[in-house]
């Protein structure tokens, strides 16, 4: 019998360990983890959102349920602000009542002058088309390559790539670039499950690396790492999850001793990032969720690009919410970062709908001042 996920974290001694240690490995002083520029973040202000957006909130729309950010520096210079966001959401006809929990089947573009507050217009650059992908496009991870956008994208049978050179107009592969694994030959611990929300970044190499969503047995969720030289072919990284759910404390009292993400991680976010020492870091930051079925948003990392992740013991927003972010999408720039996530807000007929909410970090960041 081929051992559940769940079995794999005792197999998975570092990975528990370093959910007790917040330190990145020694390198002189690397500084803690996270730290000023990489979290924690505190919910963005009124004064700092323009375009009549509500803060926290800079998406709320409960008839199309936009969520689940990607947001794309356009130029690739981090000392201008102007970004375009990419998002799932549900287009229902007019005579439909809208449904919170349908599958998104289209992904939408709105811009942002500053960063943050996002136009009130929209594009829709992506629905689905294909059989494979199975009436749903979600998931969105855009990212700048050769002066395209590259939308990767989660669907029915995997994850798939689209590329526009204008950021509307968009060009989809014919097949998904990360499919399932056969479960009886090379499924190995992801014993099948079809890989979903992709997270991908750009290496200074021009290599592409990819995180990715796996299910589990329970409601757990793990997440797999692969890499790719074309950004198409990608080739799966290790035997195990690159990050799995962190192990409760042993003989911890009843109630205490539980991880923030003891159950499932998922939705990861990779971000590229430098040590106090002038290392390249990559960060990966990810929803994990417990027992109860709370998430925050958690932050594991590493130095250099390749090797083990290194958990951060705390979240790095939502610890105290009852509001369950996931999703999280993180733009660097200059002096400060900006987190996006979606998570729950208000009721439609008793049932709970998705906005997207943006922190910042440093807490004491100023911002620039916001587009009108």
Not at 16 to 30: F, K, R, V
């Amino acid at each position: 019998m081929r051992p559940s996920p769940r079995s794999l974290l005792p197999a998975l001694a570092l990975a528990g360990a370093l959910a007790s240690c917040a330190t990145l490995p020694s390198e002189g002083d690397e500084g803690s983890l996270p730290n000023a520029d990489a979290g924690p973040f505190r919910e963005i202000a009124g004064e700092e959102l323009g375009n009549s957006r509500t803060a926290p909130h800079v998406m709320a729309d409960d008839e199309r349920f936009v969520r689940d950010a990607s947001v794309v520096d356009l130029d690739g210079d981090p000392s201008t602000l102007a970004a375009a966001g990419f998002f799932a959401a549900s287009l229902q006809p007019e005579d439909v009542t809208p449904d919170p929990v349908a599958p998104p089947n289209a992904i939408v573009r709105y811009d942002a002058a500053d960063g943050r507050s996002f136009e009130r217009s929209s594009a829709t650059v992506l629905a689905p088309e294909l059989p494979w992908e199975g009436g749903t496009v979600a998931s969105p991870s855009a990212l700048l390559v050769r002066g395209e956008i590259w939308l990767y994208y989660a669907a029915a049978g995997g994850i798939g790539l689209a590329r526009s050179a204008d950021g509307i107009a968009f060009a989809r592969e014919p097949a998904p670039v990360l499919a399932p694994l056969d479960p009886g030959a090379d499924g190995g611990w992801e014993r099948g499950a079809i890989p979903t929300s992709p997270g991908v970044v750009r290496l200074p190499d021009g290599s592409l690396r990819m995180f990715y969503e796996v299910a589990g047995d329970a409601g757990a969720s793990f997440l797999g790492e692969a890499r790719s030289d074309d950004g198409l072919v990608w080739e799966r990284i290790g035997g195990g999850p690159a990050l799995a759910p962190a192990p409760t404390t042993a003989g911890a009292p009843e109630g205490e001793g539980e991880p923030f993400d003891s159950v499932a991680v998922a939705d990861p976010a990779p971000v590229l990032a430098v040590s106090a020492t002038g290392r390249p870091l990559l960060r990966v930051y990810y929803a994990g969720r417990d027992s109860a079925g709370q998430s925050a948003i958690g932050l594991a990392a590493r130095l250099g690009h390749d090797g083990a992740l290194q958990r951060a013991v705390a979240p790095v927003f939502g610890a105290a919410s009852t509001l369950s972010p996931r999703a999280p999408a993180v733009v660097v720039y200059p002096g400060f970062s900006l987190l996006f996530v979606t998570q729950a807000a208000g009721t439609r007929d008793g049932q709970g709908y998705p906005v997207v909410a943006a922190g910042v970090a440093p807490a004491d960041a100023a911002l620039p001042p916001p587009a009108p």
